[in-house]
């Protein structure tokens, strides 16, 4: 019994070992444009509230409003447009687009999950990581949920967690807090060039995800989950 005993002791010792030797072992997952294209109606919504105002809106400025929080967002596309307008209207109009946006997440399906995404986080929780949601939005419980996608994470912070945007740390610290990982051993997947910059600020690596060519601050990019080595990626992080 007691030489039994021991050698489960030293099993579980082993596999602590192993753990802890491992670079990484929590994953970090932005929500919109990472895990479903919801980032195509946050920017439609926008542009039909541009549109209605008669401001302009491209998706050159579009690609900036990524990961960034609402009221901050829409700021962008004022200052683009040169308009002022008073705090009370920066709510109003923001009311609107969320009207436009909530408005697309009704048809919301399947098909607009990002292919391979669902696999993946499953993947990294097979191998023994954590996995976080972390996003700006206030609506990604509901797009959570719509997807039933809430059981793949063991924390979710959304845009009602946090008070500072993107490139502020908050959603990924938070993040790292909520599921027990030191920030030096998380890494974030994100579509948003604020996001990567959250992502370093946080004392975290980030994969990039989508077009490289807007992302120059990330040292990896991809936008197909099956490029990705996981196992390499857990024991030597990006670099
Ligand atoms: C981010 C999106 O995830 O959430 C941004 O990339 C959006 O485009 C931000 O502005 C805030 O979303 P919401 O749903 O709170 O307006
Ligand atoms: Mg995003």
């Not at 209605?52 to 491209?58: A, K, N, R, S, V």
């Not at 980030?206 to 060519?213: E, H, L, Q, S, Y």
Request: glycine share 8%; charged share 25%.
């Amino acid at each position: 019994m007691a030489a039994s005993g021991g050698v489960v002791v030293q099993f579980k010792t082993l596999l602590y070992t192993a753990r802890m030797s491992q670079r990484l072992q929590g994953f970090i997952f932005d929500l919109d444009g990472v895990v479903v294209f919801t980032d195509k109606y946050h920017y439609l919504g926008w542009k039909r509230l541009a549109d209605t105002q008669g401001w302009h809106l491209d998706e050159t400025i579009g690609h900036q409003l990524r990961g960034v929080s609402r009221i901050p967002a829409l700021e962008v596309i004022l200052e683009h447009n040169g308009v002022t307008v008073s705090e009370d209207e920066k709510h109003r109009l923001a009311d609107i687009k969320n009207e436009y946006y909530k408005a697309f997440l009704r048809d919301i399906n399947e098909d607009d999950l990002y292919p391979g995404a669902v696999e993946f986080v499953e993947r990294v929780r097979e191998l023994g990581m954590k996995t976080a949601l972390a996003s700006a939005s206030k609506n990604a419980e509901a797009v959570l949920e719509a997807l039933r996608l809430a059981h793949l994470f063991d924390a979710v912070v959304t845009g009602n967690d946090i008070t500072r945007s993107k490139p502020d740390p908050q959603v990924f610290l938070t993040a790292a807090e909520r599921f027990g990982v030191e920030p030096s051993r998380c890494v974030v997947f994100e579509d948003a060039y604020s996001g990567i910059e959250a992502a370093h600020n946080a004392g975290m690596q980030a994969v990039g995800v989508g077009d490289p060519a807007r992302l120059p601050n990330a040292s990896l990019c991809m936008t197909d989950y099956s490029e990705l080595s996981l196992e390499d990626i857990i024991e030597r992080g990006l670099e």
